[in-house]
């Protein structure tokens, strides 16, 4: 879960013993109800890509409600629909299957979820006639599956910025899942900025 460049960060901001329970207690291996709840009802999420080199590329992928599909306990698949033909996305995971999927549920009641795997594109993939308009499939089969705190995420077409989110003069609140049992005895100090504000 975490390389060197993870943990030197995770030690100079004294986090690693949260970064280490987070993984004990949020990642998971196979889909939850509430992962399939979230992705099978998106009408979007993000992909991260990277070519053969490691050079990373990010795309939005959309579509109806329902687009994505959970098809096995570790494994979701999606339909590539016509665009504008530079297959940036894709044609990365053609020279390197390694994929980072990110589902955002904006509302009341804010959710998001990763997926961190490996991908393989297929234009004969038997799946392929259960998604109208795909011209290729893609299906991922899922290394990790963790929430993230939804904390900054605002709900669309409010005028107001996240309560969460630092500005002059104000005090953001914690989140409340940094009170939770099985997380508040591993919360790491706030850190300041050099005007001494966190």
């Known amino acids: 879960m975490y390389h060197d460049g993870n943990r030197r960060l995770q030690d100079q901001f004294d986090s690693r013993r949260m970064a280490d329970r987070l993984q004990e207690k949020t990642v998971h291996h196979a889909f939850t109800e509430q992962d399939r709840a979230l992705i099978e009802g998106a009408p979007f999420f993000f992909l991260a890509t990277a070519d053969a080199q490691g050079q990373p590329d990010c795309s939005f992928k959309g579509g109806m409600p329902g687009f994505v599909r959970v098809v096995g306990p570790a494994e979701l698949a999606f339909p ?12 990365n995971i053609l020279v390197n299957p390694a994929v980072g999927l990110l589902f955002i549920e904006m509302g009341e009641k804010p959710r998001r979820v990763r997926v961190n795997g490996a991908a393989e594109v297929s234009r004969d993939d038997p799946l392929m006639q259960r998604f109208v308009g795909a011209q290729l499939l893609v299906r991922v089969k899922a290394d990790v599956i963790f929430p993230n705190c939804p904390r900054y995420i605002v709900t669309p077409g409010s005028p107001e910025p996240s309560k969460y989110a630092p500005r ?15 997380f508040r005895d591993y919360v790491h100090p706030r850190q300041t900025t050099p005007s001494g504000e966190p």
Do not use: I, R
Not at 80 to 91: E, H, P, R
Not at 173 to 182: R, T, V
């Open 80 to 91: 590539d629909y016509d665009g504008n033909g530079m297959f940036k996305s894709l044609g």
């Open 168 to 182: 002059p003069g104000y005090q953001p609140p914690e989140p409340a899942w940094k009170g939770f049992e099985e």
